[in-house]
Structure formats: C-alpha cells, structure tokens
C-alpha cells in the first residue's frame, strides 16, 4: 500500500500481532482526532496479520491497517507532476516550438486518455535526426492523402482514394534532371503543375498521387478522368511549389513519427532500483501507472532530495524489528512497553515508553489523560490488544494500570473483560488446525546484545497438550532451518499454554551460546528436544532478560 509523502504513518513491528496493529490503529486516530499534526495520520502493519488480530478488527467493524512493505523513496516521491504534454495530432514544428520554448530534455506524447504514446525528444536517437534535416524527402511517409487536401488553398479533384495512407516519397520533377522518370514508383507522391506530366509516364511508373501545384488553369475534366482511370488521386494547389512544400512540412503530425517511448518508470518503483537507468538516460523519463497512464516525468535533478516520510513507531525499540527504509524516514514518536533498544533517531522525537503490558493501554490512556473518550470501534481495538498482550491480564507483565484500563473499555463498549479475553484469545489459537510452516515465526522478534542478534517466537494455545509428537517435531525441523540460514546465537520457540501458564521450548545454539537456553529455562528432554518451562507466559519479562544476562556473561 502506498500512502501520498506528506501522510503521517504509525507503524507497529514485523510479523505484526494483535497489540501492534491495534495500537497502531488506535494511536492514528487520537492524533486525527486530537489533531496533534497538521497532516493526515495513518496505521499500517508490517505483514500479514494473525487470525486473533483478524478477528478483533472484524469484532470492531474496522477494515485491518494496510500493509506497508517498506519506507524506501519511490519515483512517485519525487516525479514531477505537471508536466507539458503533446497529443499526436500536434505539429511537428509546434512541438520543436514548445520543446525550445520549454526547454525540457524531452515532451511526453499522449492519447486521449491520457496513456503514454511515445516520446519527443532531441536527445533520442530515434528522432534527432529531423531536427535541422530537410524532412521533405519523408513527406510521403508522413502524411497520409486527407492531411494533403487539408491544406489551405488545396481541393480535391476526380475520384478520392478509400486507402488514405501514402506508403511511397516525394517526388519533384526538376528541370534540366530527368531521373525522377526512372526512380518514380506506382506508390510516390508526384508534385508538379500539369497533368501532361504524370501521364506522359508508362503505367508501372504511373503514380498514384498527383499534387498540381500552381496550375496556370484548371486541368482538362478529360485528362483527370484518364489520370483517374489509370489509378490516379488528384489535388489542386493554388500556391507556389515553395509555399506547398512549406505548408506540407507545417502538416506533419507528431503521431506519423513513430518515435516509440523507450524505456519508462513505474510510479510505484523503488528510487534505488531505477536510480541508474534515470542518471544513464539523455532526457528525462516518462513515469506511468499501472494502466499505462501518463503521471509524471523524472530526471537525474529528481534524485538529488528524496523527501523523508514522517513516521511513528508503536509497540517496538529494536532496529531489526522496524520497517525497511526506516534510516530514509524522519521519526517523529516511538510508543511502546518493552525495553528500550538500540533505535536511533537522527533528530529529537518523542518517546512514550511505560512499563506496563501493553501498547493499547498507553494509548487508551493518551485518550483518558487528554479527555477525549475513544469510539466504541477504536475501544474493541485497544481493548483487544491488551487482552492479546497481557493474556487477559494473567500475565506477569500486567499491571493494575492494564487493569485498570481494560475496566474502562469494557465499560465503553459495554462487554464483560473475561468473556470478551476468552473470545480474543480462542481467536488467535489455530496451533492444531494450522502448518507449522506457516505460523511458527509469525510472532518472531529479533533482538540484540553486543554487536550479536537472538531471535524469540511465541506462539500461544489454549490445548496445548493436544499438539502430537509429529507437530512438535515439525515446529523444530521449521526453527532448524531457519536458524541454519541466519546468523543468530540462538533461536528459540515458545509454545505457551495461557490458560495453564506454561510454555514448551525448543532451540538453536551457536556455538559462542552453548548451554545458554539451559541455564535460563532448563536443559531440554535428550529424546524430544523441548522442555517444559513451568509458569513462563511473558516474553518482555520472563523470556528475554535472563536470555540477555546470560549472553552479556559470554565472551562474544
């Protein structure tokens, strides 16, 4: 999804859960309504959301945050809008006018709907060649027999052709040169000022287009029905061979050139991507949408200043958790209730970072500490990150603000907090029915120790001791492989029963972190390679800061 530049997004961590889009949601519409910014402010996620997610969205009657892939400047970012267009009925010499006039690398040509047709240019190689060249030798390929009768003081005569299209030259009966005799063709345009001419030719070089130019008379009606019975279309031009030819050249159409429009940029396309085709290019480049529409041009001055996007993270303080493109964007805020990371603005921002157990409940509370009471849909969405997070408030990360807090918007939404956690959390348990392949990392998050990254998935259900022998080893032989293709010191998975308040492990040692996951969480069953870690439910709490005081006691 892409949003204009001057949008402000809130934005959550990737592989987003409930907390994060919700927050996220929630968040872009008290600074709308509080009107903090004088921009429009819009949630995304960072990938594709959870079923409990889904659920609580569909719960609250609001279409889920769009997916933002990342913050990475776009052609669209920097293209210029309005730009000096041709059509292909234009004069070849009005465009050569506005093309100096303008002084611009290149003009677009367009079709009445606005597509991109081909491009005019000095620069290309495909069309340089008429500027300052004699263009009457190409006359007879560039107009077709209705621009020729077009002209003013010009008339047809005799029988009018039902194929308009002139496919062969120009050609001039000069005095003293009699080649022209032998060179012309059945298909070549004859200009001359008496019918004699044409018909003193043999029948395979009798042409079949004859301008008469400055006749002294009108022809003989007898010589144009014989010129027309031999194949002949005829026009009479009341003016001097000079001004015709003239006048001729003023009636080439951009259209009959067939320039082509060489390479083109999508709106959409990355700077990065397309950067070196723009800085080899001689002349600008056109820019298109999908539909081959005309929406811009970009030149090598376009890439000098990409604009920064304006964005705020929510529910994340690591770098490797955040969108890609970041270090291209300005962050204006960072909201969140974990540990503060190694994220690094380049100016001041605001950071709204509490230790409690959600992300919605800091948001919930910017309403409450401001007076503005959220919607009843913006009340399901926090409501429903909360329970997410803190496991309906049996978390050890909960705390009597969350409670506190989930009261508020139950009471906001009229709903009892038990029935409504039991329904969040039943929505987000598909460990039985889903691949493992498919959801085992969608709660993954990357986290860092000196210079190094370990990585922690959770997944939670509410039957665990349901999961078979077969699901757990493929659970494994999933974090296996991933771990082999990374560079982390450990990857773990957790299996959390939140309802029991346990979790099965399993993980995925370097060698510099042997030992590590045992010291923290016991050593795992030599035969199914999980162990049961009795009352851990907590991540940020009981999962992360023994595994970070272990790894800061190696030698790394």
Not at 63 to 72: G, Q, R, W
Not at 197 to 225: G, I, K, M, T, Y
Not at 321 to 336: C, H, M, P, R, S
Request: glycine share 6%; charged share 25%.
């Amino acid at each position: 999804m892409f949003f204009p530049s001057d949008h402000i997004l809130v934005l959550g961590h990737r592989n987003p859960d409930t907390d994060a889009s919700t927050s996220a949601r929630g968040y872009a519409d008290f600074l709308n309504r509080s009107g903090t910014y004088n921009a429009p402010v819009v949630a995304g996620v960072l990938g594709e959301l959870p079923p409990q997610s889904v659920f609580v969205f569909e719960r609250a009657g609001v279409a889920p945050p769009p997916v933002i892939e990342s913050l990475f400047p776009r052609v669209c970012d920097v293209a210029i809008r309005e730009v000096h267009k041709l059509s292909a009925k234009d004069r070849f010499r009005d465009a050569v006018e506005l093309l100096i006039r303008t002084d611009h690398s290149m003009l677009p040509v367009v079709t009445e709907d606005g597509k991109l047709q081909s491009v005019f240019s000095h620069r290309r190689d495909t069309s340089r060649f008429l500027f300052g060249f004699d263009v009457v030798p190409l006359l007879g390929r560039l107009l077709n027999w209705h621009d020729m009768v077009a002209l003013p003081g010009a008339r047809p005569l005799g029988n009018q052709p039902a194929k308009l299209e002139i496919e062969g030259q120009l050609r001039l009966p000069l005095e003293g040169d009699g080649s022209w005799r032998q060179q012309i063709g059945r298909n070549d345009l004859l200009v001359c000022a008496d019918l004699s001419v044409p018909l003193s030719l043999p029948q395979e070089r009798f042409p079949r287009w004859v301008a008469l130019v400055s006749p002294p008379e009108d022809p003989d009606p007898e010589r144009v029905a014989l010129a027309n019975e031999r194949g002949a279309f005829l026009m009479v031009y009341r003016h001097s061979t000079l001004d015709f030819l003239e006048t001729l050249t003023d009636q080439v159409r951009v259209g009959s050139l067939n320039l082509g429009t060489g390479p083109c940029i999508g709106e959409f396309d990355y700077l990065h991507d397309v950067e070196e085709m723009v800085l080899s290019s001689r002349h600008a480049l056109p820019v298109v949408n999908t539909a081959g529409v005309l929406t811009g041009i970009i030149s090598r001055g376009d890439l000098a200043a990409p604009p920064h996007r304006r964005v705020i993270l929510i529910d994340h303080f690591e770098s490797a958790q955040t969108v890609a493109g970041v270090e291209y964007a300005e962050i204006l805020e960072i909201v969140d209730h974990h540990r503060v990371g190694d994220l690094q603005t380049p100016s001041p921002a605001r950071v709204d970072c509490r230790p409690i157990g959600s992300s919605s409940s800091i948001v919930a509370l910017r309403y409450f500490e401001t007076d503005l009471k959220p919607e009843k849909s913006t009340a399901v969405l926090l409501l429903g990150g909360l329970i997410a997070d803190t496991l309906c408030l049996k978390s050890p990360t909960s705390t009597d603000v969350d409670r506190k807090v989930g009261m508020l918007l139950a009471e906001i939404i009229g709903t009892d907090l038990e029935k409504f956690g039991r329904e969040v959390l039943r929505a987000g348990d598909d460990l039985l029915t889903s691949d493992p392949r498919r959801i085992w990392n969608r709660d993954q998050k990357v986290f860092s120790i000196r210079n190094h990254t370990f990585a922690v998935a959770q997944l939670e259900t509410v039957a665990l001791e349901e999961l078979s022998p077969e699901q757990l080893s493929s659970f494994r032989d999933c974090l296996q492989e991933d771990f082999r293709k990374s560079t982390h010191l450990i990857s773990l998975l957790f299996l959390t029963n939140v309802f029991a308040g346990d979790s099965w492990v399993t993980a995925c040692e370097s060698p510099l972190a042997a030992g590590v996951v045992a010291s923290c969480f016991g050593a795992t069953h030599p035969r199914s390679e999980w162990t049961l870690a009795r009352g851990v439910l907590s991540r940020k709490k009981q999962i992360i800061p023994p595994l970070i005081r272990a790894l800061a006691e190696r030698e790394l």
